[in-house]
């Protein structure tokens, strides 16, 4: 396999209306990252994943474009945009744009067009079905609740929205909208960006009259068309999202000889802590050793023939610390070092979420006015009509929601966290007069000298990149123990997931020294080894 500069790369995912404002209007910006990327280039990261900067209703915050080719003004302009670029290039960062290109937003020209009538040229861009027995076409169900179909009065046909009803979904069966597409691609790729991150790709190839959402059967002819016909041209990066992806399926698509994507996110450690077969508001505690078995299959099973993407949060997903360390003052940094460690440790390509350096956790809110998030707004709304508690509710909104990744970044103890002198647009955690990134770069021994360490360990050790996994005591209920080895040389990566101390019961291995530790001098003898809450010790063996 011919080396790539991803392969060894970290990237940083901002989501831009959080990140940092510039002009005090209360929402982040494109100048507001532009101040910050010394900040990230100090961190040692290769990448930034922008969360969408692109013309917007914000009907569900940038994710339903109305405007491919333009910036938001809110964020910025087109020229920000591009000095953004370059000052990155100044710093070796690049920039992955994500591309939404499953539905538009009901703003866009395309589907103002579509719905003026059955005859206008643009209504094929989009999914459109007449009523059966006076109702939807079918029950296919939106993803934010409710049916997935919406009635167009003026035509008397519904459309399909597999998110917010001003989300419509583009038929990517009609060729003229797999020109525009590329055409928009091509756009941004002529602009100098590092790569795109791919909205629910897995959704492209549907076929709502078999109600076949994910991985339908055109899905891998469009992306190797797209390849063809945009980035496969240029030097850049791809990760499709992809939530129903299994080891087989993700070898589709970034299998270098198939020419697809370079890599996807993968979610089936994300599902561990739902009851099966319910969502994800429905809470059960996590399976550990599930989680362990579920990782290392990843890690194993993709060989030659696919990359792995690694990640523990987004903008969709709980802050990690809360969800799966400890969020209290006393283990917050411990158990976030923790999860760090057991990630940047394995093979493939790390992700890092905005505040995720500096240890941010959960945003509990005691009414659903505090909420933003529409996929929360609607959830809550659906199950108080089928008759939740309101408080239950809430109960899964802290602790799923999405708003948790979304509060804004802090920099600072000042007012608001350095993130704005306005009104921000979602509050702040209130944590963030004692966890902000200036009390974190002012000692040596923070979650972002860590993070920062993790880095340099994956730039300076081909054994981090390129390494076999193999886990160790799958079956232990509290360590979570792995190898990686390369040539002659062995790392052991023990961890202990919990909030007591764990005794290491596996093989005893003769230790050449510890590479990274995140409690002061650590124990360096497997015989008798106790591992402390938290612990997490990687080792260099003889
Ligand atoms: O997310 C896809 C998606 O399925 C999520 O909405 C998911 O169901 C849920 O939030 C998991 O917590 C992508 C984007 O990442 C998300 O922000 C968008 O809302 C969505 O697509 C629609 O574009
Ligand atoms: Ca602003």
């Known amino acids: ?148 179909w919406e009635l167009d009065e003026t035509t008397g046909q519904y459309y399909l929205h597999l998110f917010s009803k001003k989300q419509p979904d583009l038929n990517w069966e009609n060729p003229a909208v797999q020109q525009e597409i590329w055409k928009l691609m091509n756009f941004w790729l002529k602009k100098g960006i590092g790569g795109f991150r791919m909205d629910v790709i897995d959704l492209v190839g549907k076929i709502p009259d078999q109600k076949i959402t994910g991985n339908g059967p ?8 797209m390849n063809q016909e945009t980035f496969g041209k240029y030097d850049v990066m791809t990760v499709g999202e992809t939530w129903g992806a ?46 362990k078995r579920v990782l290392s299959k990843w890690q194993t099973e993709l060989g030659n023939e696919g990359w792995n993407s690694l990640f523990w949060n987004n903008h969709d997903l709980p802050r990690i610390i809360s969800r799966w360390g400890n969020d209290s003052p006393e283990y917050r940094e411990l158990s976030g070092k923790m999860l760090a460690t057991l990630l940047h440790l394995m093979k493939g390509t790390p992700y890092i979420y905005q ?30 009509k089928q ?32 993130f704005t002198k306005g009104k921000p647009w979602l509050s702040l955690n209130e944590s963030y007069t004692e966890l902000n990134v200036e009390k974190a770069l002012a000692d040596p021994n923070s ?21 076999d996994y193999k886990e160790l005591l799958p079956d232990d209920p509290h360590l979570f123990v792995y190898e990686r080895s390369l040539a002659n040389e062995k790392w052991l990566v023990m961890a202990n997931f919990y909030n007591k101390s764990a005794s290491y019961h596996g093989e005893i291995q003769e230790i050449d020294k510890v590479v990274l530790s995140n409690y002061p001098n650590p124990q360096q003898n497997l015989v008798g080894m106790t591992l402390k809450p938290y612990e997490v010790i990687v080792f260099k063996l003889k």
């Open 1 to 148: 396999m011919e080396k790539k500069w991803w392969q060894d790369s970290v990237i940083y995912q901002i989501y831009p209306r959080s990140f940092q404002d510039s002009n005090d209007d209360g929402i982040g910006d494109l100048r507001g990252i532009i101040k910050r990327l010394d900040y990230l280039e100090k961190l040692g990261i290769d990448a930034i994943w922008l969360s969408p900067v692109y013309q917007s209703p914000n009907d569900d915050n940038g994710y339903d474009i109305s405007d491919y080719e333009s910036i938001l003004p809110e964020f910025g302009t087109m020229e920000d945009m591009e000095e953004l670029i370059a000052e990155g290039k100044k710093r070796n960062i690049k920039f992955i744009m994500d591309l939404v290109v499953n539905h538009t937003s009901d703003e866009h020209p395309w589907f103002i067009e579509a719905k003026k009538s059955k005859e206008n040229p643009y209504r094929d861009y989009y999914i459109w079905r007449d009523p059966v027995d006076g109702k939807e076409p079918n029950d296919l169900q939106s993803i934010f609740s409710g049916s997935a």
């Open 218 to 225: 055109r899905l891998h002819e469009y992306l190797k068309k």
């Open 246 to 291: 299994t080891p087989e399926i993700a070898k589709l698509y970034s299998n270098p000889d198939r020419q697809e994507l370079s890599m996807v996110f993968q979610f089936e450690h994300i599902g561990l802590d739902e009851q099966p077969g319910k969502s994800k508001w429905d809470y059960q505690p996590l399976d550990f050793i599930k989680l």
């Open 355 to 384: 505040g995720e350096e500096i240890g941010m956790i959960n945003t509990p809110v005691s009414s659903i006015e505090e909420i933003d998030d529409i996929e929360s707004i609607n959830m809550y709304q659906e199950r108080i």
């Open 387 to 418: 008759g939740y508690e309101s408080k239950d509710i809430l109960k899964s909104i802290n602790r799923k929601g999405r708003d948790n990744a979304r509060r804004p970044m802090q920099w600072d103890n000042s007012l608001n966290g350095g």
């Open 447 to 467: 979650i972002f000298y860590y993070y920062q360490q993790l880095i340099t360990l994956r730039k300076e050790n081909p054994l981090v990149v390129w390494g």
